[in-house]
């Protein structure tokens, strides 16, 4: 059988199938238009419109100055949508995040004041620098998309998506993400430095580059909503789901691991394997997209053994041997 095409993204591309191009079809005018403003990051900003349309949530663990905040804000602007920052310190309370009633003295009632989880697109920025408290005010907000406060819920605006960042070299004065907060992002990512080229463009580009504020929608917010309940229709073959049901088994009783994938995590490897198909143009996941995309939706959720840290060996690490060592079926 031939082998299909390389696609731009690094897997290979089969553009044969006519289904599921609701999603499809969006991912390359979002794209190019983000690329205005990020350059030289289209595997990084693959991913994260995977998780926008997936409906899930990223966390970038990387180091300042590589285009985060940019990321967040080109992504809102691109989809009409509006975004908020949320700069994440010691200080900062769970009702700056989630909102706070406050009395009204003209109309004699409590009002509600939404908090900065209110956008389609929030960026919580240095997230592990908040308390654990504050960090947890996000919880119910990233996984039931509401907010209750004072026994009164109030919705979030769909779609919403929540880009967490987090430095993995400065740890001082941080407090690190619980496994339940981890287990609510759907993947987790390095943007990286850009390449030679890239960043030689930026160079030349500079005090004249577009900013993220200029960049028109290309899709309105109600077609991203739209386009991610047609992903529902991309088709998994029973072995790829017996290969992540598996591959969640084999964490669970890796000696290396205490804490394997939970059943969201296998959830959300599937979600994320059918957005990232209809990406490619196809009705079908294959198993190299989740093969692709295992170590990013993974090795967050899964907590390594002290003796395993010790050895020097990530969680990432373990992943890569469970990817290599569980097989596929023959029929995916």
């Known amino acids: 059988m031939a082998q299909p095409a390389e696609s731009s993204f690094g897997v290979p591309e089969d553009r044969s199938a006519v289904g599921a191009r609701d999603a499809g079809a969006l991912f390359p005018p979002l794209i190019a238009n983000v690329e205005r403003v990020i350059r030289g990051k289209r595997g990084p900003l693959h991913l994260a419109l995977v998780c926008l349309l997936a409906e899930g949530h990223l966390l970038i663990e990387d180091v300042p100055g590589v285009g985060k905040t940019s990321l967040a804000k080109a992504i809102a602007h691109s989809i009409g949508g509006t975004w908020r920052r949320i700069q994440f310190t010691p200080d900062l309370l769970p009702s700056d995040v ?5 009395w009204n003295r003209k109309n004699d009632a409590f ?3 939404p908090g900065g989880v209110f956008a389609h697109v929030v960026l919580a920025d240095e997230i592990n620098r908040a308390s654990p408290k504050t960090q947890s005010a996000l919880l119910e907000a990233m996984e039931e998309r509401q907010v209750s406060v004072d026994g009164v819920t109030h919705p979030l605006p769909p779609p919403f998506l929540v880009i967490a960042t987090q430095n993995p070299i400065e740890l001082e004065g941080t407090y690190p993400l619980p496994e339940a907060q981890l287990d609510r992002f759907l993947m987790r990512i390095r943007v990286g430095y850009p390449d030679r080229a890239a960043e030689l463009t930026i160079l030349e580009a500079q005090g004249h580059e577009t900013a993220a504020e200029d960049l028109q929608p290309v899709t309105t917010a109600r077609e991203i ?3 991610a309940r047609s992903v529902d229709r991309v088709h998994v073959a029973p072995g790829l789901r017996e290969y992540i049901v598996a591959l969640a088994d084999a964490s669970r009783h890796h000696p290396d691991l205490e804490l394997g994938v939970s059943p969201r995590g296998a959830l959300a490897l599937q979600r994320a394997a ?4 209809a990406s490619l143009g196809r009705d079908y996941v294959a198993a190299d997209d989740v093969k692709l995309l295992a170590p990013h939706v993974l090795a967050h959720r899964v907590v390594a053994t002290p003796d395993a840290r010790l050895r020097g060996v990530s969680a990432s690490d373990i992943v890569a041997t469970l990817l290599a060592s569980v097989p596929i079926a023959p029929d995916s």
Do not use: L, N
């Not at 059918?274 to 198909?277: P, Q």
């Open 98 to 102: 989630t909102g706070v009633s406050v």
């Open 111 to 113: 009002e509600f004041r």
């Open 225 to 227: 909503v739209a386009a």
């Open 274 to 277: 059918r957005v990232y198909a």
